[in-house]
């Protein structure tokens, strides 16, 4: 079954750091985003990607974080200078399509620890 | 997006069947409901989702309120992997996660 790749599984890295965390979506969906779940807390919508530009972000999707699909595979979730609360399990997803007849399907998410 | 409700927790004898409830009152007449779970230290995995008729897959089945305004995720024989966290999303978009339902699983 088509599989959700996200590298690297955990990820330390001192605050004020540069991060880039990896995702390989399924290959003919079209449709990308990026979760992210605070230990304890609830999972969070981030950023949706499509036609190579944001389609929507939430309000924790600011001007520190940017997404980019450089390739016609890889996806990434780019954190400009972290803090310590971005410290979280980061999850991507991909779709085939919009609309409310079409699963997501998650990767098993990266483990970043902000120290 | 919909607002749902669902128990905090649950629990269940292993090889027995669990029934997970939901309400969507306020869902939209095109929203599809969709459930997810989370087992431990694991990302959401699609379990199963429907629009106005009950559906079956191998994982589990779903039945849908003839109102729409609620649901119940069946697992027919749960068995100790099928501890998790159950989401119930109404969606016609983007996946917002709730709190979810905590299912353990007793052997």
């Known amino acids: 079954e088509p599989e959700v790749t996200q590298t690297p599984s955990h990820q330390v890295t001192q605050m004020g750091q540069e991060v880039i965390l990896r995702c390989v979506p399924i290959?003919?969906?079209?449709?990308f985003y990026w979760y992210r779940q605070i230990l304890g807390q609830k999972v969070e919508f981030l950023v949706s990607?499509?036609?190579?530009?944001?389609?929507?972000k939430s309000e924790i999707f600011d001007d520190q974080f940017s997404v980019e699909r450089p390739d016609g595979s890889n996806f990434t979730l780019k954190i400009r200078s972290t803090k310590l609360e971005d410290s979280a399990m980061y999850f991507c997803?991909?779709?085939?399509?919009?609309?409310?007849?079409?699963?997501?399907?998650f990767g098993s998410g990266t483990r970043l620890t902000v120290v | 997006d919909a607002k749902t409700t669902q128990p905090n927790s649950m629990e269940s004898n292993e090889e027995e069947p669990v029934h997970l409830p939901c309400n969507h009152s306020?869902?939209?007449?095109?929203?599809?409901i969709h459930w997810y779970r989370q087992l431990p230290s694991q990302g959401p995995e699609y379990v199963i989702h429907?629009?106005?008729s009950n559906v079956n897959n191998r994982m589990a089945s779903l039945a849908i309120a003839e109102d729409r305004k609620s649901s119940t995720l069946i697992l027919h024989r749960a068995t100790l992997r099928d501890a998790a966290v159950y989401y119930c999303?109404?969606?016609?978009?983007?996946?917002?996660f709730g709190k979810g339902t905590r299912l353990h699983i007793l052997p």
């Open positions: 997803a991909s779709t085939f399509l919009l609309g409310g007849n079409y699963g997501y399907t």
């Open positions: 290959s003919n969906h079209l449709y």
């Open positions: 990607f499509y036609n190579n530009e944001i389609s929507e």
């Open positions: 306020t869902i939209s007449g095109t929203d599809y």
């Open positions: 429907g629009l106005t």
């Open positions: 999303i109404p969606r016609d978009d983007k996946i917002i």
